[in-house]
């Protein structure tokens, strides 16, 4: 190659960008990067993302992609067979578009219960979530494009999340977020790596060089190239030396940092040759590991199956959904009820998505858009919308003969008359979240509480379905006979509550996150900065800035101290004796399980066997959990989750499983001498029912 040819290849663009020079190009996606034709290098055409295809302001007029639940949701049914398929069938309908580089495999660990792009990461655990990430960004490459894993490291929160500096301890860090990124580094083999946009301990993650080289290269071995989000870059020198590989969306940086800079730094000699070629050869490595180069994906666009696709989308809202709560076995509704009423949530239109680089324009039909107030920061990036899902709809389906009514929720009191004549009713609630964008609150908005308290009163025999990006407060919670957390459930998710409502599945999924119960609770009791955040973009548009960037620029770093360490989600509650209101891992059936024999087999790698038994009348799925006590970094003896399993068991069957149990996850990193330190003494090993409900117990001698 020549010189040219490496630094052409080593920025890219905004996806946006090509249509001045190719006006009819129809991949224009979040980002670009220029091929050699000369080389039979290929053009990448960068898409969001991890929910489905990614059709930002509808600028592919028309286009649209089959909308998975969201990423928590599928987390829920801990079955990464099935996150290996969602990745394949969105890698694949990626590919059909002509894109060869998705930017999905979003794995940091959910900190905050009120962090706004929550919705869009596997949990707070970080086995589950280093297992999960890494089988959907397997599922994506296996179309032969490339997957990132992202937001490298530390990207818990979004209020002032381009400037505020994560502050932890390394040797908790190694042992949570780090570990993660690692174990689905293994499982995925992603070709890129996404660094975010934060800092970590002072060094922006797109310039820290301990991370980028230290870590990810040269401790974890890592032969693909970093990427930097979008905006993400504040240098050449540093960044280049650091060991940043790529520049994405140059536009959106305060220079084209490696475009003439690097050219000239190289030139310099302030930036060796020899980073530039390792830039190169990474890049090139991860095009032809992933079979990028050697079938490339197709420069027109493909026909697709969207009602084919769309099954694994249904099968990830229905095992996603959890149970929370089932007095005196309200649910499943008897499929005999005469008067069902429907309350709220848009229940007649459809079902509640994320707002965000990774919102999907349904495939399932026009979606139900409600547009931010202009006055909202967010409103020139993202919307609040509905796929169209009638859960309303599938519901009258499922029970031909009732009679089921709906109201809107929009009054209280109406909602309460109604209630009172229904044999049920179900009250849909929904939260939304979006990146660039954290909750101050973790209660329903709109007055949703008293709705629900209202009809609750008026009838006992109410299900609230949850439609949130995560952890909500539950005030009416002991009032209420069933409740089910079905997140945002994507296209085909109205399907999926209905066909749960009435039994058809028996729900499956358990909480990839522990919902405080209240968010004061939470290690952050609110978002860190907020305040200052608000109050600079006040200044900065006084002063007349206006733009999404400027406005970002004119808010100082800060710091947020992770004091929690690697103690993140459950283990912060055990350790502080905080009852969560739901912990990780909670999830009822419809049935019950038991289990007998735990017992641990040494081999390399320990393996757990244990026998479950379905002890009701009805089949169904259990997740088994089995976690260890151990303490990291010192600290209190918490448990953790070391392997996990379903299985799907009949009325009355057993089945021995057998868990292959990660023996990191017991060990705790030394970051003074660079190595891991397993306990001196046995670790106590049990099955659980979830993070907090030990059922048996064992030994393993490390
Ligand atoms: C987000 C990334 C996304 C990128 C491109 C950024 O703002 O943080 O997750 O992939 O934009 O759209």
New binding site residues.
Partial sequence: MTQEEKLLIVHGQLGRTILKTRPDEWRNG??FVPGVARLGIPELFET??SLGVVN?KNRRKGDVATAMPSTLATAASFDTALAYRGGAMIGAEARAKGYNVM?AG?ANLVRDPWAGRNFEYFSEDVLLTGAMAGSAIAGVQSNRIVSTL??YVLNAQETGRTVMNATIDEGALRDSDLLAFRIALEVGQPGSV?C??NKVNGDYNCESRHLLTDVLKNDWGYSGWVMS???AVHSTVKSANAGLDQE??EELDAQPYFAAPLAEAVRSGKVAQQRLDDMVLRILRSLIATGVLDDPAPSTPQSIDYAANSVVALEAAEKGIVLLRNRDNMLPLAAGARRILVVGGHADKGVLSGG???QVRSAAGPDLEIPLPTENPLSAFTGISYHPSSPLDEIRKLAPDAQVSFMDGADPQAAADAARSADFVVVFAHQWRS?ALDLDTLALPDGQDELIAGVAAANPDTAVVLETGGAVEMPWLGDVGAVLAAWYPGQRGGEAIARVLFGLANPSGRLPISFPASMSDAPRPAPPGLNMVNEARERAKKSGIMDPAGIANAVPSFDVPYAEGADVGYRWYARESRQPLFPFGFGLSYTSFEYQALRIERAEKPIAHVTVTNAGARSGTDVVQIYANVALQGGAILPRLVGFGRVDLAAGESKSISIPLDLRLMASFDAASGQWSTPDGPVEVTVSRDAMTPIMKTRLHL
């Fill in positions: 979040a980002g969001d993302a930002a930017l979003g992202k937001h996404m975010g946009y989000d979008w905006g994405s969306g965000g680089s990774s990146e």
